[in-house]
């Protein structure tokens, strides 16, 4: 079974944005889907985000990383 990746909505990529404008925070760098954005606003609302972890390639073994 394959699991389908759904991009992140105009609207969650908006209340992200909004959220970190008004918290101060600094906005997540990559959103790959809709499942992550979810999570980032879960993050955000909880105090618990961490921008460092939405980052483009950020889960691939610093080796593998584009240069």
Do not use: N
Request: proline share 9%; net charge negative.
């Amino acid at each position: 079974m394959t699991l389908a990746v759904v991009a992140p909505t105009d609207a969650q990529l908006g209340y992200i944005a909004d959220l970190c404008r008004k918290q101060g925070l600094e906005p997540p760098r990559a959103i790959h889907s809709s499942q992550e954005a979810s999570a980032i606003i879960d993050a955000i609302r909880g105090g618990r985000y961490d921008a460092g972890q939405f980052v483009p390639d950020a889960d691939l073994p610093e080796v593998l990383r584009p240069g």
